[in-house]
């Protein structure tokens, strides 16, 4: 099972430090970290990708960066994760190096397909469950919903949103390759 911890600073719990969090993480053997922090400056995202991309990786985990493909290649990150409506990951493949992975935040099946056909390495769809760390004015798409996303391409499939230990297991029986969560992975 791929697992994706999915940063976000505002909700680590009262004085706990983001880059400690992702240290733990590493050193725990989660497979990819997402930098998802939207309101930092470019320059101030790279920092934190540099900084975390410096931080002992016993597991040789992949560190990822939400949204900005140019400060992923800046910083020497594995890849980079778009929102849904970015455009396509095949118009980055001339500017990315062989094996960056590039992954589309997907919410219906139309968007995994579409996702499969414009060239992403992988999907992460959601919400399953209602999410923990966050307000979503999605509906939980359930075990079914994942179900039939995970049936319908060929791609690997995250499964996101209210992910805990209890129910990750069922998204994984679901035939999701992995889980992505923020909430699971940063209790301290």
Request: aromatic content about 6%; hydrophobic content about 45%.
């Amino acid at each position: 099972m791929l697992r994706c911890y999915i940063t976000d600073r505002h909700s680590l719990p009262a004085g706990a430090s983001l880059i400690d969090n992702i240290a733990r993480n590493l050193t725990d053997g989660v497979e990819w970290i997402q930098i998802r922090e939207k309101d930092l400056s470019a320059r101030d995202l790279f920092d934190l990708t540099v900084q975390a991309l410096g931080l002992p990786n016993p597991y040789g985990s992949k560190i990822l960066v939400n949204t900005r493909i140019d400060v992923a290649l800046a910083a020497g990150a594995a890849g980079a994760h778009l929102p849904a409506g970015s455009p396509a990951p095949r118009l980055w493949r001339c500017l990315t190096p062989p094996g960056f992975l590039i992954g589309v935040s997907c919410h219906a099946l139309d968007d995994v397909r579409a996702a499969e056909d414009q060239g992403a390495d992988y999907a992460v769809f959601g919400p399953v469950f209602p999410p923990r760390s966050k307000t979503s004015g999605l509906e939980p798409r359930g075990i079914e919903g994942l179900m039939q996303a995970v049936r319908a391409v060929r791609i690997p499939v995250l499964a996101l949103g209210g992910i805990t230990a209890t129910n990750a297991e069922d998204c994984i029986r679901a035939g999701a390759a992995g889980i992505a969560a923020i909430s699971l992975y940063q209790s301290c």
